[in-house]
């Protein structure tokens, strides 16, 4: 156990200390310990013509590594606060690790390191995110809170960004029928206010919701790193749905994002004016017509399609630019 929370705090060093790129912290990854297997606390026990040797690091990123190491105490600590608030870790080396996320991002947009809480198994299910505008009208609050209890209700794993409007409502949703939802964090894992954690807790330990983050434990919520958690939610996603966006944000550019993903993308459609829905719909997103006569019936198209995208993302060929080409979920 120890030895694990060691290694766990050497990974944290990478990730989070370092002031490294992605890219760079995930080549490192590659190199040292998928090529040449050896574990992260060998890594940081190293010195930096090992680390240049192995890795082709830079002067500039052997200095970084050298001034990260002196955080090593301060990380084991906070790796021991985790183990005890039943916090887990997953790195990119993990088998666990979800392997939609390594198929759907680059190498330079896949998080070496995700924390969570809850049951992990909730994204093996049929996944299928709900985003949207912080300030959606309450129709599209409504359509939001109908859509998530009714995939809930046949077995999907809702997935949401944990902000106000949409997300709280695919949320909401969700878990009013004691369904299953994955919230992923724009912010550290630790930064929910005593509030959030104590409506989270009673759903997590009925494993009914997973929590999940990319970044450090105790990093601040910041416009840049909410644009980063998108691309984790829909990376996550075998389908995703949009209730209204507009051209500006991060439901635009998550929605887009999901496009280049190749997920298959629907949009709420209504009698109501949604100029910047059409506009997706445009782009290749596919109407969803809104209000439905049937919603099951409306759902069951878009449920198949995600079991079916579910295990063809499975046995999908990775890209050389993806970490699962060099780190196969099944070693």
């Known amino acids: ?46 010195d930096a013509q090992a680390w240049i040797d192995v890795c082709s690091l830079s002067a500039d990123v052997t200095k970084k590594l050298e001034q990260a190491k002196e955080k090593l105490v301060g990380q084991a600590f906070l790796v021991e606060q985790l183990a005890h608030n039943q916090i887990h870790m997953l790195t990119v080396l993990d088998a666990n690790y979800p392997k939609l996320l390594k198929t759907s991002l680059k190498r330079e947009q896949t998080p070496p390191v995700l924390f969570y809480a809850g049951d992990l198994g909730i994204l093996e299910r049929k996944t299928i995110a709900v985003i949207g505008s912080r300030n959606a ?22 997935i949401s960004g944990n902000a106000r409007g949409v997300d709280r409502a695919a949320y909401e949703g969700a878990t009013s029928i004691e369904g299953h939802t994955t919230v992923v964090l724009p912010h550290g894992i630790r930064k929910l ?35 980063e958690r998108n691309k984790v939610v829909t990376g996550l996603a ?70 079916e995208l579910q295990q063809e993302k499975q046995e999908a060929a990775p890209r050389p630019d993806q970490l699962s080409l060099f780190v196969p979920s099944n070693e």
């Open 1 to 46: 156990m120890e030895e694990d929370l060691r290694e766990q705090a050497c990974w944290l060093l990478l990730a989070f200390e370092s002031g490294l790129s992605t890219r760079v912290v995930n080549n490192i990854v590659v190199a040292w310990c998928h090529q040449h297997k050896h574990s992260m606390q060998e890594f940081f026990a190293a």
């Open 238 to 307: 075998q389908v995703v749905i949009v209730a209204e966006s507009d051209t500006k944000g991060g439901t635009w550019e998550g929605a887009n994002g999901a496009l280049k993903q190749h997920r298959l993308l629907y949009v709420r459609q209504s009698d109501t004016a949604l100029p910047d829905n059409s506009k997706l719909i445009e782009l290749g997103g596919q109407a969803l017509p809104w209000p439905a006569k049937d919603m099951a019936t409306m759902l069951s198209p878009i449920l198949k399609e995600s079991a």
């Open 193 to 227: 206010s005593g509030v959030q954690v104590r409506a989270l807790r009673p759903e997590i330990e009925a494993g009914n919701v997973l929590l999940m983050s990319q970044f450090h434990p105790d990093a601040q919520w910041v416009v840049s790193r909410a644009m």
């Open 137 to 158: 009208g309450e129709e599209s609050l409504e359509f939001t809170r109908a859509v998530s209890a009714c995939l809930a209700e046949q077995g999907a794993n809702v």
